[in-house]
């Protein structure tokens, strides 16, 4: 079944407490970007990337960072959470960029 | 500034009332308009793609238009099942690698 895997689904830390959320996807896709969905302002792009070892900033990349070392895997690092980046995340794939985006199911982190 | 604007931010229906969700949006060299739905706490899922002034889409109980400036989800006779966040997006302008999307409308079918 073609699908993209975020984990963990909830996650609860600390201010400043690095932490990862992954994301993998099996439909070989090259490109690859991350989200953040708050109330009233809709899906906002962190970064995303075109292929292996190419990644680029998205427009809220800050407190974010990104690596594409395989095509299927693209995971979201904050080395130093902090409260204001509390908010729903999705990882997103699609073939090329203007084609339909499949998402996954997301991540609900909470930084105390 | 390219940016998707949706209206209406919610809409209440009662089961069988027919509506139209609009996606207005500016944007330099149009590659594509998308529609999503989203159910709460879910990832959004693809519904359509338009590319084109005078494209319709259809599934179901929906179909999508498009013109040179703006986008309709028309939802005829909806159900209860129907109920969920409408997201349309956009590709950025050329030369970026990036969709734009809209805040949503969040629909109420009420049985």
């Known amino acids: 079944e073609a699908q993209v895997t975020q984990n963990p689904r909830y996650l609860i830390t600390v201010t400043g407490k690095k932490l990862t959320v992954t994301c993998s996807q099996n439909?070989?896709?090259?490109?690859m970007s991350w989200y953040r969905q708050d109330p009233g302002l809709g899906l906002r792009q962190i970064y995303y990337?075109?292929?292996?070892?190419?990644?680029d900033k998205g427009d809220v990349p800050e407190g974010y960072k990104v690596s594409r070392k395989e095509k299927r895997n693209f995971p979201l690092i904050l080395e130093s959470p902090s409260p204001n980046q509390t908010s729903l995340y999705f990882c997103?794939?699609?073939?090329?960029?203007?084609?339909?985006?499949?998402f996954g199911s997301g991540t609900q982190l909470s930084v105390l | 500034e390219d940016q998707v604007t949706q209206s209406p931010e919610a809409l209440r229906l009662q089961e069988g009332e027919s509506s139209s969700l609009n996606c207005s949006y500016t944007?330099?060299?149009?590659?594509?308009l998308f529609w999503y739905r989203q159910d709460p706490g879910k990832g959004p899922e693809f519904l359509f793609t338009?590319?084109?002034a005078g494209e319709e889409k259809e599934k179901e109980r929906l179909k999508a238009t498009l013109t040179k400036k703006e986008s309709f989800l028309h939802i005829t006779a909806p159900k209860p099942e129907d109920s969920a966040t409408y997201l349309c997006?956009?590709?950025?302008?050329?030369?970026?690698?990036?969709?734009?999307f809209g805040t949503g409308t969040r629909l109420k079918v009420l049985a």
């Open positions: 944007v330099s060299g149009l590659r594509g």
């Open positions: 997006a956009v590709p950025g302008p050329s030369g970026t690698y990036k969709y734009i």
């Open positions: 338009l590319y084109s």
């Open positions: 997103a794939s699609s073939r090329t960029i203007n084609e339909k985006l499949f």
């Open positions: 990337s075109m292929n292996v070892e190419v990644t």
């Open positions: 439909m070989n896709h090259e490109y």
